[in-house]
């Protein structure tokens, strides 16, 4: 076992490292699924370090590290994502994104970067490890179905069998050198809706000759906002957000069709299950009413993200082993979606928050937005906390289910 200041001096040896890896990622972002040279970058940097890996998968850009111990033992695997977004960049960093309109705008480059770092901190004590650690570096963490599902498919928690993971997110509210972890339902089940009212179109002078789908869908979009304050328990969290609104070309026509998107956030699968039909219900009823009919189309996203009770107890120990007891917080469920979800539904482990926060940064803009700005001293901290949690997972072993 490493004590807490040989877990640092690792950490403080790899931090510059990590830096510059962040900072190439963030200057060449790439979209979910079409990673193909930020998985290059990976290929050589693991190349470089003297691992052997599993590329291509996931789709094509994801890859696997297994880094087998001197001694038989527990399977641990750690996780980052590694894709970005459609967003314009605007933080006027100096490493800011070369690529018009592409964004590491939810820090998928700190998570991979990290990742990297570790995967170069542990090669030094990969001989005294009692076990295995899997590095999974996953595409399309964005889009679904989820780059997660498909590394799933192709058998990251099954060669080698896989005992317990963990991952985390960098939390741009919460102050750098902070960690936050919480067990249970964490994170929303994200489903999305899309409907087409079909009426029948006119002149804007004849209404009575029309079936208007504009009023009928501005009838339908407020009255879904009754299924939650209506039909969902208080104590249940829902959300229905209707997004995107199209329909009509003129100020004097009335259209034929008015189409809406919208999110469907719930934390748990009973009411997940209820939601489209509750949802479908209002359409169907008020359309009768307009005379108009309908398409529906209801998609289900990642799952509800469960963090398992005692691999959380685990982590949440291994960031107070490197960062005290004052620095660990109790993390907040949001209504966020995370295809981590799918890794938890297979094996025990936990989803932690990572602050980013600079400390003089009073008003710090969010994830996904064009001026999110990370203070990277959080990369030798998440690599402090991954060392120690590999650390402590190998050396206690089992998992309770
Ligand atoms: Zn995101
Ligand atoms: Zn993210």
Known sequence: MLTKEQVWELARTVHPYGVKVRRDLHQNPELSFCEHETHRY????????????????????????VIRGARPGPVVALRADIDALPIQEETGLPFASHRPGVMHACGH???????????????????????????????????????????????????PKVDAI??????????????????????????????????RGGHGATPHLTVD???????????????????????????????????????????????????????????????????????????????????????HGYPVLVNHPEMTALARQAAVDVLG??????????????????????????????????HDDAAPYGLHTSRLMVDESCIAVGVAYYIQVVQNFLTTGSVTP
Request: hydrophobic share 45%; net charge negative.
């Open 166 to 199: 963990f991952g985390l997110h960098v939390e741009p509210f919460l102050e750098a050198g902070r960690m936050a972890f919480g067990e249970g339902p964490m994170m929303a089940a994200p489903d999305e809706l899309r409907v087409t009212i079909v009426g």
């Open 42 to 65: 990976l290929a050589t940097a693991l190349q470089e370090l003297g691992y052997s890996f599993r590329a291509g998968l996931g789709g094509g850009t994801g890859l696997q590290v």
């Open 213 to 299: 789908p504009v009023l009928t869908a501005c009838q339908v979009i407020t009255a879904l906002q009754q299924v939650v304050a209506r039909n969902v328990n208080p104590f249940q969290p829902a959300v229905v957000t209707i997004g995107m609104i199209q329909g009509g070309s003129a100020h004097n026509v009335i259209p034929d069709e008015v189409s809406f998107v919208g999110t469907v956030r719930t934390m748990d699968p009973e009411l997940r299950r209820l939601m489209p039909e509750r949802i479908e219900a209002v359409v169907r009823g008020i359309c009768a009413a307009a005379g108009a009919s309908y398409r529906f189309h209801y998609e």
């Open 109 to 159: 480059d700190v998570h991979t970067a990290i990742l990297l770092a570790t995967a170069k901190a542990l090669w030094s004590i990969k001989d005294e490890l009692p076990g295995q650690v899997v590095l999974i570096f996953q595409p399309g963490e964005e889009k679904n179905p989820g780059g997660a599902s498909l590394m799933i498919r192709d058998g990251v928690l099954d060669q």
């Open 325 to 358: 007891a004052d620095k660990v917080e109790q993390m907040e469920p949001s209504m966020g979606g995370e295809d981590f979800a799918y890794y938890l539904e297979r094996v025990p482990g936990t989803f932690a928050r990572l602050g980013a926060r600079a």
